[in-house]
Structure formats: structure tokens, C-alpha cells
């Protein structure tokens, strides 16, 4: 039953200025559960009606029909409306359990949404700085296709550029293929920031990783044979940080991908008039858009990352036809991507509106910031591997004699890393603790999971018996915070995509976790009476909920911990 909706009907009876839409959207959950279950706000029909909010408030609560409320009143300014929480408990959980995709709706209609995500640099090894990028990406492809859409993730591989100019300097300089071999990624970083080192008294040094890029663009064997080289090495190590956290792409397709895609998007600007020439340099002017110049050729000829967006986003389109493409990509890079999409538009391309940058905030560690070039680098792989050392004592400690223990620790590890992360707003800064984020207690991913294997315990004790979904009424104030939680799930997968946000399903699941461990530390499940069943039921949908929020991050829901 969508009691949000009944409510919205049943206000739009009676207050013919609003269409449902206008009502529905404006319909809150009041902060104090005393004050009412759902609230309709009447500020917004004062200056039509002449009159205080709270008059007009006072007036639809004489005027509407309450039936299958429990109680409607006028509080202040608000139409407080309170359920039949028996009714309301037991509609929800039938709903849970004759849905095998509840939480899910069709309102993508399966319209194409493209993930720019991930995207690490070749010969550079995957830091904690690319952990955000990756799972909020992974996580908001899960939450489109939970909202009808059909999600491409691109995994678009930092693979070309003057950097690889820089590293081929660096590996003829200082390099060694024996040393390569033995520890590919590691080596080469070594080289990377050696380079970066010597180049702030060397500048010379820059000039010549620039040359090696030039050559590696004209096709130079010496220098194509060096890049593949290191692309092969760095996609070995980079797959296995994707199976351990059982990420998978549609798409590797790099920035070398679009070699031969930028002439056209050169050409078009030309015929559109919209290069000219700046101290050498091939540039788009978007002063009229406030913004610096759009960068798109260097003196030397060499193309640039904008050349490749855009070239990138063309393709995509053609290839894809989406209805958004999403860049889930640091927020230090807003400027470009409203470059990119303001030289779309001038080249005439509408659907550029439909492009968006996810910006995020950044990991800390101490308080510093991670950087590859200053040679700060906390590996992804280490921060895993700890992790699930760390689940491991854990549950050494609470279920030693737990089958498939190592399978559980991975999950319970890798995990907590994920929603430590995603449980953060996107937008926001965070420090990394290792420590304080694999803890079975708390705001943490494995408190939610063992909340889940308690409630699969729980049904396990039960034998699994065939539930009564006619039979799912429970006269228990203890349980209405986790039935009205179950309920919300809809919502909360909605608002998660609408916002772009992955932490509204995590914060959801710790609220669910938490209420559903008060009642269940307030009440007996496992009792012969006639709300057994009812019971069984709740827990049932509880762990379903749970389950497919940790799904949506990206998270899984071991049974038992």
C-alpha cells in the first residue's frame, strides 16, 4: 500500500489548487514520530487562499475524508497524518514478500545511462585515492538499474598523455627491464617520481618527456612497444583489485582508444570556426561563458585531455545513445568538464546537456592528501589486504568455528572499505582510519552485516517456515521505527539516484540496522503465538532489505558471520 500517495489523493480532494504531483513531492516525515507519521506543509497555498497557513491547515482537516487513518490533525501550519501502524505494518511486509525486486521501479525506462568511473593512470598503481571514483561509480550504476535505467560502466584508462612521455624519459634514463619484470607497477612509479624529483632542478627534463609523447603520438615503434608494455603490466595488477571488490566493466575502452577520433573533432571545430590560434596553441574562446579558454592542440601538435573528452563523448552518444552520461571524477576537475560541455554546445550538440559531472570530495590519510608525484601513495591493495586481516581476528574472536571463514573475512574486509566510503557524502572530505572502519559495532559496513546474518539466524532457528502473508499484523510499539524503515525503501532508492547520492542508501541501512536490533533486543521473535508468523515475516523482509541495500553499494550480505 503507497500511504504517501493515499495522502496525496486524499489532500488533492479537497484542495483543488495542487495538482497530486505538486502534493506528493511536498508531503515530509516529521522529525518527532510524535507529531504524526506524514505531514502536508500548507505554506504554499497561503497567498492563493489569503490566509494563514495554519487557517488553511485547520480548514482541510475538516474537510477530507479520514478514513483509513488512524488519526488526521492540524498542528501549526501542517496536516499531521497518523497510520493504522498494524494496518501499515502488515501491508508492508506483504508488499516485501510478494516482490522479488522490491525497491525497484521502471521510471529509467531503460533509457542508456554511461559511467565515466575508475579510470586510474597505466604504470601507476592503484592508490586509496582511486578507491572513491570506483565504488561511487559501481554503486550508482546498481542504484540506475534499480531505477528502471540501464547503466554502461566505462572503466576510460588514464593511457595516454605526456605522462607515458615522462615515464619512457625516466625508464631510458634510469630503467631496467630486469628490474621491470620482477615488480612492474612498483618499479615504475619509482621511475615516475624520480623523474618528477630531478625534473625541479632539471627542467630540461620536461621538455624531454614532452618529446617522447610527441614521438609515441607519431607512431615511433621504440616508444609504442614501451606504452603496451606498460599498459599489459598495469592491467594485470589493476584486474585483481576488480575481482576483489567484484567490480566489472562494460567498457576499458582509454583515452588511447580515441587516437583516431580527434581529427574529426578538430575538423568540426574548424569548420565551425570555433579554433583560434593562442601563443601557438589551437584553443576554443568561451569567455561568453565565463570560463578559460578551452585547450584542444599544443604548439607542437600534440592533443590534449580535452581533445580526448570530447572525442570520447561524441563516440559515446553514437555508440550508447544515453539519456545521461555521468563522469564520476574529482571535483578539482569541474572547470573542465564545464569546458567540455560548453564546446559540445558550440559545436552543436544539445545532447551535451545531458552530461554531468559527479564530483567528490577526497581521502585523507593523517590529514594529507595522497599524490602519486610526491611519491604518497597508500596502495588499494594493502588497505584490502588489512582489512580482511582485520575481519578475520574478528571473527575469530566471535565465530571461530565459522565454515567458510575466508570467504566471509574478504567480504566483511572489502566491504568495510566500500561503505566506509560510500556511507560519506559524496561532496564531502573524510580521513581514513583502518581501524575504526572494520568494526562489527557502530556506523559501519559490518555492523549492517551482522545484522543481517543475526536476522538470518534468527530464520534459520525458525526452520524457514512457509509464511501466511494474510496473517502479518503485530500488536508490538517496538516494531513500528523498523516497519516504517522497511516501507521508506522505495523512497530511499529514488532519492539515492535523484541526488546522485550512494550515502543515502548506506546512512538508510544503518538506520534499519539500528531499529531492527532495538526491537529486537526489546522483544521475543521465537515464541508459539499467534504473531509468529507476522514476526518471521518482518525479519524475513528486514534481511531482504538489508541484503539489496548492501547490494546497491556494492557490499555483500553474508548469512552468517
Known amino acids: 500500500m503507497d500511504y504517501k500517495n493515499q495522502i496525496a489523493e486524499t489532500i488533492a480532494a479537497v484542495v483543488p489548487e495542487l495538482d497530486n504531483a505538486t502534493i506528493l513531492s511536498k508531503i515530509e516525515v516529521p522529525k518527532d514520530a510524535s507529531m504524526g507519521d506524514y505531514a502536508f506543509p500548507t505554506f504554499l497555498l497561503a497567498k492563493a487562499r489569503r490566509m494563514a497557513p495554519q487557517q488553511i491547515a485547520t480548514n482541510i482537516v475538516s474537510e477530507i475524508a479520514t478514513d483509513g487513518f488512524k488519526e488526521v490533525k492540524a498542528v501549526g501550519p501542517y496536516v499531521n497524518f497518523f497510520l493504522d501502524q498494524a494496518q501499515f505494518g502488515a501491508d508492508t511486509l506483504a508488499e516485501v514478500l510478494r516482490q522479488s525486486d522490491y525497491g525497484h521501479n521502471t521510471d529509467g525506462e531503460a533509457g542508456h545511462i554511461t559511467i565515466d568511473m575508475s579510470s586510474p593512470n597505466i604504470a601507476k598503481p592503484m592508490s586509496m585515492g582511486h578507491l572513491r571514483s570506483t565504488v561511487i561509480g559501481n554503486s550508482l550504476a546498481e542504484i540506475a538499474k534499480a531505477n528502471g535505467y540501464q547503466p554502461i560502466k566505462i572503466n576510460h584508462l588514464g593511457d595516454w598523455g605526456t605522462q607515458f612521455g615522462k615515464l619512457m624519459s625516466a625508464y631510458k634514463r634510469w630503467g631496467s627491464e630486469e628490474e ?127 581533445t580526448r573528452d570530447l572525442a570520447a563523448a561524441i563516440f559515446r552518444k553514437n555508440n550508447y545513445n544515453f539519456v545521461k552520461s555521468l563522469y564520476v571524477v574529482g571535483g578539482e576537475q569541474r572547470e573542465h568538464f564545464m569546458q567540455m560541455k560548453a564546446v559540445l ?15 567528490f570530495g577526497m581521502i585523507t590519510v593523517d590529514g594529507k592528501k595522497l599524490s602519486t608525484r610526491s611519491g604518497r601513495i597508500i596502495l588499494l591493495k594493502d588497505v584490502l589486504a588489512d582489512s580482511v586481516k582485520l575481519a578475520t581476528a574478528q571473527i575469530d574472536e566471535k565465530n571461530p568455528n565459522l ?55 534468527i530464520l534459520r532457528k525458525a526452520d524457514k517456515p512457509e509464511l501466511d502473508l494474510n496473517n502479518l499484523s503485530i500488536d508490538d510499539e517496538q516494531v513500528w521505527e523498523t516497519e516504517k524503515l522497511v516501507a521508506s525503501f522505495n523512497d530511499i532508492v529514488r532519492r539515492a539516484w535523484r541526488d546522485r547520492e550512494p550515502s543515502v542508501i548506506a ?20 515464541v508459539e503465538d499467534d504473531q509468529l508468523n507476522a514476526r518471521l515475516a518482518l525479519v524475513t ?13 556494492g557490499v555483500k550480505a553474508p548469512k552468517e558471520m
Open 180 to 306: 621491470v619484470k620482477a615488480d612492474p607497477i612498483n618499479t615504475l612509479v619509482k621511475y615516475y617520481v624520480r623523474f618528477h624529483k630531478e625534473a625541479e632542478t632539471q627542467p630540461e627534463l620536461n621538455d624531454e618527456g614532452r618529446a617522447w609523447f610527441k614521438k609515441l603520438e607519431d607512431g615511433d615503434e621504440e616508444a609504442h612497444e614501451l606504452w603496451s608494455w606498460f599498459r599489459e603490466e598495469s592491467l594485470k595488477e589493476f584486474m585483481e583489485l576488480y575481482n576483489d571488490l567484484d567490480i566489472d566493466f562494460n567498457s576499458f575502452n582509454g583515452e588511447a582508444f580515441y587516437n583516431d577520433k580527434m581529427d574529426v573533432v578538430i575538423d568540426t571545430l574548424k569548420e565551425k570556426h570555433l579554433l583560434v590560434e593562442s601563443q601557438g596553441a589551437q584553443v576554443v574562446d568561451l569567455e561568453d561563458e565565463g570560463l578559460n579558454v578551452a585547450m584542444i592542440q599544443r604548439t607542437d601538435g600534440a592533443t590534449l585531455y580535452m
Open 345 to 359: 554546445k558550440k559545436m552543436g550538440y544539445e545532447w551535451s546537456d545531458d552530461i554531468e559531472h559527479i564530483p
Open 403 to 457: 565454515a567458510n571463514k575466508e570467504v566471509v573475512a574478504h567480504e566483511v574486509g572489502t566491504g568495510a572499505v566500500v561503505f566506509h566510503d560510500l556511507m560519506n557524502e559524496r561532496l564531502g572530505n573524510f580521513d581514513f582510519k583502518l581501524e575504526e572502519v572494520v568494526r562489527f559495532e557502530g556506523d559501519t559496513g559490518p555492523y549492517v552485516q551482522y545484522t543481517n546474518a543475526r536476522a538470518q539466524s
Open 507 to 526: 546512512k538508510y541501512s544503518l538506520n534499519l540496522a539500528r531499529a531492527f536490533n532495538k526491537y529486537y533486543a526489546n522483544s521475543k521473535i521465537l
Open 541 to 553: 523482509a528486514v534481511s531482504y532489505v538489508l541484503t539489496e541495500s548492501l547490494r546497491l553499494l
